[in-house]
């Protein structure tokens, strides 16, 4: 079946420090979402990408969409304490992928 | 803000028992979703229901799993005879539009826990 791989699974940083996570599919993606779950809580919607290349911000957070739409990637610019919590990835069939848990020491 | 809401938030039960667990999706959205989330696992998908049917599921959704929509607002997701392995978080959510193609709203979960 379709797989979704994330790396790293997880990533400590110092506050202030950015933060990137990938995310790779075994297969093209007609599109790719991404969402942020707290510690304890529930996964929340970041964004959709659905064009080859595509690059989307939503202030510190820049999200990438490769060209070969294959994988994509989430990047924080100067982390704060409330940027904690896992960022999967999910396919357009809802595979959602390993996750990226990030920790950030203050 | 509209929410997707989920009862009980945490049920206990026993091997081999019934337990139903239900959602109440946004009032205007069309698809509804039922995901499982082992402690410190990825989110995986279960099924998916729109327009009183199920329109995709997943491997793990075999037999022992069924869901419905008892009335215009609910959402349950049935499982007959629990197994320990079927202790996780069950998330709920909805969506406006089709499976992969709009943003998902998810509720808080239900933890299950089979002893």
């Known amino acids: 079946g379709q797989q979704v791989m994330q790396i790293p699974q997880y990533q400590h940083v110092q506050e202030g420090e950015d933060f990137t996570t990938y995310c790779n599919s075994s297969t093209t993606l007609s599109n790719i979402q991404w969402y942020k779950q707290r510690p304890g809580g529930h996964p929340v919607f970041l964004i959709q990408l659905v064009k080859s290349g595509e690059v989307k911000k939503q202030k510190r957070l820049t999200f990438q969409f490769g060209e070969a739409k294959k994988n994509s990637s989430l990047h924080i610019t100067a982390t704060q304490t409330t940027d904690v919590g896992t960022y999967f990835c999910a396919n357009e069939k809802l595979t959602f992928g390993t996750g990226t848990r990030l920790t950030i020491i203050p | 803000e509209p929410e997707v809401t989920q009862t009980p938030s945490h049920q206990v039960t026993q091997m081999g028992q019934e337990v139903i667990l239900r959602c109440v999706p946004i009032s205007n959205h069309l698809y509804f979703y039922w995901y499982r989330q082992i402690l410190g696992q990825k989110v995986e998908f279960l099924v998916s229901f729109y327009n009183n049917e199920i329109s995709e599921k997943s491997e793990i959704f075999d037999d022992q799993f069924s869901v419905e929509r008892p009335d215009g607002s609910n959402f349950t997701l049935k499982i007959r005879s629990t197994k320990l392995e079927d202790s996780a978080m069950y998330f709920c959510?909805?969506?406006?539009?089709?499976?992969?193609?709009?943003?998902?709203?998810f509720g808080p979960g239900t933890r299950l826990t089979v002893t």
């Open positions: 959510a909805s969506s406006g539009r089709g499976r992969g193609s709009y943003e998902q709203y």
